[in-house]
């Protein structure tokens, strides 16, 4: 029996890459808060539903300029319509989106939640090293 495959293994490394997605989508909005016109994004919300699916997607960021930052290609799976824009809090003179105040809270929010994902990875599996007689310790 492979432990990874257990359910929680895959629904938390599902969360983790949502979570990484995130972040990344996090940052372009952040590297481009000087970018004339350039609208916030943010990845939507994995549903309790697509994480028992186990549903994956593949996702190539689309830019709306060649101006925009990015982070390249994603090693996991959201897709473009996992994108969406965010809530406008303010709008720059030059048609700018992003509110630093607002990114950088959903950034802290977002690694909060990686930290807390991965904590409960590393107990999973030392449950299971405890049930192996290798302890749990750690």
Known sequence: MEFLRQPLFAMISQRL?????RQKVL?????????PDYKARDVKELSFQQMLRGSTHSLAAAR??????TS???QRG???NDLSREKQY????????????VE???VSQ???DHQMATQLYRKHLNLFRTVIGRGGGG
């Open 17 to 21: 890459g949502w979570l990484t997605e």
């Open 27 to 35: 940052s372009e909005n952040v590297a481009n808060a000087d970018t």
């Open 64 to 69: 709306t300029s060649s101006n925009h930052l």
């Open 72 to 74: 390249g290609s994603s």
């Open 78 to 80: 959201f897709g473009p």
């Open 90 to 101: 303010e709008t720059t003179l030059s048609g700018n989106s992003v509110t630093l105040d």
């Open 104 to 106: 950088l809270m959903k």
């Open 110 to 112: 977002t690694a909060q």
